[in-house]
């Protein structure tokens, strides 16, 4: 009997987790006999061909479900397995089995769910985390997949989130009421009839958010400020490939800060942009989004703020940025009327399309609680419309109501289902969304419509 | 008589016939699953189809939702050794999990529990129903290791229901060893419901599995394959069905002061006349039909030749 692992799947976990689950879930197995097993199902070989997780898991769940009376749910569709390269992850999500592909998302540095600095070794035997292909042979208590089904229960791998929460989340977003029903559990979420995931396996990253009684009273109660479990991070970065091994890679982030003290945050970060060295190789990139423009921010995401300004302004010779203020008018011709229902919007601030073209990474995005994030997410979908305004201008100007400019964002976007996007990022030609869609998450690349 | 239905009826694994016990198992086992019972007994004596209607039972449980109920089973032997690993090691064959030497009782037990765990998945009541046969095998020490296993499904959010069959008689000291104090974690998470299971005690019963033999489905009836009943549609198997237990209680039950009719000894019963004699005898006469149960009952071994040779040497 081979089981499948299913159990400890959270949502949104990447092939990486699923796979990493199934050999905790089947640890008696030697390699070679679990190989064996899913080779003669799948007609490949499983080490040196990994298949999609999908496949490889609708093999096991055939061969569970030919073993058991009634047969177990089926996994929603995710994305192939290809993980040849290091990842990084959180060591508590480690603790549980879980990896999402968010995680790989260059300028994600902490987890959202703990907070904690996301790593590229494992804290327990100093090794990188295991790639796919030395998974089963690795016992490492952390990293690896022999971990007794006590302990993973007892860590918490179960635990539910709150569905009221989820409740709120789903209202914010689509403006409707929705009812719950007793239905919510494990298996709901698998079901991809369900219009969003409103179960215990809601994405947990993004729900510890807003979720008061959970992630934030713990980490209350331990002594650890807020502000660090944000995603709050404040990138440079040079031109070309990020490679943290470079010297001339540099971070700023939160933490300097707080260890800097706010007196000195001034001084130390002209400190830092002061030496000739560092000058000449800190080439910053371009911020996308102003959220001061959009937020009025308190306290140490002021100083986040102004610190990033700080660094764009002294090298504004590098490049330029484009800081012309067209929002009224830009509101107006479009009649759009969502971004004044937020209270604290001041304006908008739009970069040209060579802006962009320019940036290598460093969406800006900074949260007090989830409901705030959720309103940024919105801006940036808001914002990809916008942009799409400006750089179609031309065609643009022909419609003559937003559900006309609706239309024509939908059709060059190619993107004509509702979806929910969580996270984004721009780099030179591709903007790449993470999208809730029908209770999943997809990633899913766009290329940038031709000028 | 067609191949098939001989092939059924001469193979007891293959013949199955649904009796009113059974029914009242299933009942029982399904009111324990629904008002949330952590387990059960179930106790009878030996013979009595204890084990069969366990395995009848395994496909057709049900939650309140209508949804489907995993079910599992694992019989148990006495040994010479009675280690907590022979439990766990028993058990995880049981699920079909290949054990080696170097596996520990805790590595079993997270691969079982897993097993159990995902077995849950099937209803969103998340239940999962472990049958232990013959738990009277067991060691008082034994038995924690479903107490460990509906702990670890419990954290899981699980609700393990694990239910004991024990043969009565052989079953009377372990009860009276988990009446004790110190047993009391697992009397009352597996023992505090007891169903007692008998084989046929009133000719209703009996009645209603003989009838079985007669239903027709596509114009034919089980007995139809036995014997030929043309020129006697009106004549029913049922029919014998005072005769039969008459003749049981007047020769086995009262002189042996038999509880029940063990379905073991009625399967052979049932073999013997539908097979060897209401073909070849008249059976339209009664003073036949008689002497025909009379010598099925004889041959099914109700009066135990063991018996008879002990008190034969006294």
Redesign the interface.
Same mark, same amino acid.
């Given at each position: 009997m081979i089981n499948s692992g299913v159990l400890l799947i959270k949502p949104y976990a990447s092939g990486y987790s699923r796979l990493r689950c199934f050999h905790i879930v089947n640890h008696l197995y030697r390699s070679p006999q679990l190989a064996n097993a899913l080779t003669a199902r799948l007609r490949e070989q499983y080490r040196t061909h990994l298949p999609s997780g999908t496949a490889l898991y609708q093999a096991v769940t055939t061969m569970q479900q030919e073993a058991l009376t009634q047969g177990v749910t089926t996994l929603p569709d995710d994305e192939p397995l290809t993980y040849s390269k290091p990842i990084k992850c959180c060591p508590e999500c480690a603790a549980i089995g879980y990896h999402t592909p968010i995680f790989d998302i260059p300028w994600c540095r902490f987890c959202p769910v703990h907070g904690a600095l996301l790593r590229r070794n494992c804290p327990s035997c100093r090794q990188p985390w295991r790639t796919l292909s030395d998974l089963a042979s690795n016992s490492c208590h952390l990293c690896g997949t022999q971990i007794p089904f006590k302990e993973l229960t007892a860590r918490g791998a179960f635990q539910s989130f709150d569905y009221h929460k989820v409740q709120e989340i789903f209202t914010l977003r689509t403006g409707q009421q929705v009812t719950m029903h007793s239905g919510l559990d494990t298996r709901t979420h698998l079901d991809t009839t369900y219009p969003i995931a409103l179960n215990s396996e809601f994405f947990p990253s993004l729900l510890n958010h807003g979720c008061q009684n959970g992630v934030q009273s713990a980490l209350r109660a331990s002594g650890v400020k807020l502000e660090r479990t944000l995603a709050l991070t404040t990138t440079v970065t040079p031109y070309g490939k990020p490679d943290p091994s470079q010297p001339s890679y540099h971070r700023l982030e939160i933490d300097e800060i707080e260890s800097a003290g706010k007196r000195n945050v001034a001084s130390r970060i002209y400190h830092l942009l002061g030496k000739p060295k560092r000058l000449r190789q800190i080439r910053p990139g371009l911020a996308l989004f102003d959220w001061e423009e959009f937020y009025l921010l308190n306290g140490i995401e002021q100083i986040a703020y102004h610190l990033w300004w700080a660094l764009v302004d002294r090298h504004r010779k590098g490049y330029e940025v484009y800081r012309r203020d067209p929002t009224p008018d830009l509101f107006t011709r479009a009649g759009l009327s969502e971004l004044p229902a937020i209270p604290s919007v001041k304006r908008l601030v739009i970069l040209e399309q060579r802006h962009i073209d320019d940036l290598q990474e460093g969406v800006f995005l900074v949260s007090r609680n989830f409901a705030e994030l959720m309103y940024k997410i919105e801006l940036i979908n808001f914002f990809k419309r916008v942009w799409c305004f400006v750089s179609h201008r031309q065609r643009l100007s022909s419609c003559l109501s937003i559900a006309e400019i609706d239309q024509y964002v939908q059709a060059v976007f190619r993107s004509d289902d509702g979806y929910f996007p969580t996270l984004l990022r721009l780099d030179k030609h591709t903007l790449s969304c993470v999208l809730i869609k029908n209770s999943l998450a997809l990633d899913i690349q766009r290329r940038l419509p031709p000028q | 008589m067609t191949d098939g239905m001989a092939s059924v009826i001469n193979n007891p694994h293959r013949f199955y016939i649904e009796t009113p016990m059974i029914q009242g198992l299933h009942d029982k086992v399904t009111q324990w699953l629904w008002c949330g019972f952590t387990g059960g007994l179930v106790v009878g004596e030996a013979r009595t189809g204890k084990t069969r209607a366990v395995r009848a039972l395994? /496909?057709p449980l049900l939650t309140r939702d209508q949804e489907?109920v995993? $079910?599992h089973r694992v019989a148990y032997g006495l040994r010479d050794r009675q280690t907590l690993r022979d439990a766990w090691v028993k058990l995880a064959e049981s699920?079909?999990?290949? $054990?080696s030497p170097r596996?520990t009782a805790?590595?079993? &037990? /997270?691969?079982i $529990?897993?097993?159990l &765990?995902? /077995?849950s998945? /099937?209803?969103?009541d998340?239940q999962v129903v472990l049958f232990v046969d013959e738990c009277q095998f067991l060691t008082l020490d034994q038995l924690n290791v479903f107490a460990e296993i509906y702990n670890?499904l419990s954290? &899981?959010?699980i609700n393990g229901v694990i239910i004991f069959i024990a043969n009565s008689i052989q079953f009377e000291g372990m009860a009276k060893k988990l009446l004790k104090p110190e047993y009391s974690y697992l009397r009352e998470r597996f023992f505090a419901n007891a169903h007692e299971f008998f084989g046929f005690r009133k000719a209703s019963e009996l009645k209603s599995v003989l009838k079985q033999f007669d239903a027709k489905h596509n114009g034919t009836s089980m007995l139809d394959s036995f014997i030929d009943t043309s020129g006697q549609e009106t004549w029913r198997l049922s029919s014998l069905t005072e005769l039969i237990w008459d003749i049981y209680i007047e020769e086995y039950q009262k002189p042996r002061q038999i509880t029940s009719w063990g379905m073991e000894y009625f399967y052979r019963f049932i073999k013997i006349l539908i097979q060897d004699y209401l073909p070849h005898y008249d059976f339209r006469d009664s003073g036949n039909c008689e002497a025909m149960i009379a010598n099925s009952l004889e041959a099914s071994g109700l009066n135990p030749t063991l018996e008879n040779l002990t008190k034969k040497y006294r």
């Open positions: - | 395994q /496909s489907p995993s $079910v699920i079909g999990i290949s $054990v596996h805790g590595m079993l &037990a /997270s691969q $529990v897993t097993f &765990a995902e /077995s998945l /099937s209803n969103r998340r670890d954290e &899981a959010g």
